[in-house]
């Protein structure tokens, strides 16, 4: 993607598809393989390397800014998308054929095929058919662990409509501010009460939940904003990758240091997990916001790297899953080395079943709901006319 062309008043076009941001979410993707294969086969989190690969679980946070970021440029005020019953339910429709699909065949597929999910309780199966896992105790099951995230950024798909109708009549500036607000706020929800309290005995883990995540959506949320008002210096700066990248390994390292957050999976005190809050949402805008708003031709942008973006939320939902089945195969013990071989072979292998998910389920998946929810709109409106 080229530099974005320029009106006469010195204004940027906001391009209609950024290709650098095709190709971060296949970086997103395989730097949450690394951080899930690093904790498997036992990398010390207190090394120098595996603080960073511990702290790669940032990657989510990239993944939570891409999505704030699309979806607010696409449908934000300033398109006037939302601004009808139509086009709200247009929108949900395409979040449901986006995620779902694909989502129900890797859940169904681990139910049926995974030894280790034999155990699921009828709400463990509902929960994770729903996803709604992260409001139930123990409703992260084997297999199925890391889409806790996904529920996360589900329910800020359903609630975006409701914020873009909330700020539909500030002006750029007011939402600006509101979002910026809001953002700062949402830090102490680690420190509420009933919160605080979680996770206990028939308690599911409370910090885990949307609105402890609002500062990674917002973002993306900010950079929507900010596309087409950014001045040739800080286009220039943020056309430089690299040095934001090595900032963003950096800040990794940081987070992971002991001194700074509890190591492993150590449930984070408030004050602990508002700093890894922080941390994230300041390595999310080092990957997310030059490519979104410099955008240029970089390898980010080549076909390979496109081609891996587009298949990266089934990279993202099977990883784990195959995991499961690699390590006994490899001969690799859980937590006993082999970080390498793990990892090349989760890569190779979850690539390869997700370009399959891609052609044989996300798009025909896709078609399905776009269909289905045509008729029904078709039939409502000629339900109508005849009354």
Request: aromatic share 12%; proline share 6%.
């Amino acid at each position: 993607m080229a530099h974005s062309p320029r009106d006469p008043t010195g204004t940027a076009y906001k391009p209609r598809h950024i290709d650098s941001l095709e190709g971060l979410r296949a970086v997103a993707s395989v730097g949450i393989i690394v951080t899930h294969v690093g904790f498997q086969t036992g990398v010390d989190p207190a090394s120098h390397l595996g603080a960073v690969v511990s702290r790669f679980d940032f990657f989510v946070a990239v993944f939570y800014a891409l999505s704030a970021f699309l979806l607010w440029r696409s449908y934000g005020p300033g398109t006037g998308r939302l601004a009808t019953a139509r086009g709200v339910g247009k929108y949900y429709r395409s979040r449901i054929g986006r995620i779902m699909p694909a989502y129900l065949v890797l859940v169904v597929s681990v139910i049926v095929l995974l030894p280790e999910a034999t155990t699921m309780t009828a709400p463990q199966i509902i929960a994770n058919l729903t996803l709604t896992q992260i409001y139930i105790p123990d409703g992260l099951v084997s297999g199925l662990t890391h889409l806790w995230s996904l529920a996360v950024e589900v329910a800020f798909y359903a609630v975006l409509p409701l914020i873009a109708l909330v700020l539909a009549r500030g002006s750029k500036r007011v939402r600006v501010a509101v979002i910026c607000v809001v953002a700062v706020i949402s830090l102490g929800w680690a420190y509420l009460p009933f919160v605080e309290a979680s996770p206990a005995d028939g308690v599911a883990n409370r910090q885990i939940w949307p609105p402890a995540y609002t500062l990674w959506f917002s973002v993306g949320l900010l950079a929507a904003e900010a596309e087409g008002h950014v001045g040739p210096r800080l286009r220039r700066v943020l056309s430089v990758r690299w040095p934001l990248w090595i900032c963003a390994l950096l800040i990794a390292w940081i987070a992971g240091r002991e001194w700074y957050g509890p190591l492993g999976l150590t449930h984070p005190e408030p004050d602990e997990f508002a700093r890894r809050i922080i941390a994230g949402a300041l390595f999310a805008a080092l990957f997310v916001v030059p490519p979104a708003l410099a955008p240029r031709e970089e390898f980010l942008s080549g076909a390979v790297m496109t081609t891996l973006g587009r298949w990266s939320y089934s990279i993202f939902l099977w990883h784990v899953a195959l995991m499961a089945v690699i390590f006994p195969l490899s001969g690799i013990s859980y937590f006993s080395g082999g970080f390498v071989p793990i990892l090349v072979l989760t890569v190779l292998v979850t690539v390869v079943v997700s370009a399959l998910s891609y052609q044989f389920v996300e798009v025909p998946g896709q078609q399905i709901v776009r269909r289905i929810g045509g008729r029904v709109v078709s039939r409502g409106e000629a339900g109508r006319v005849g009354s």
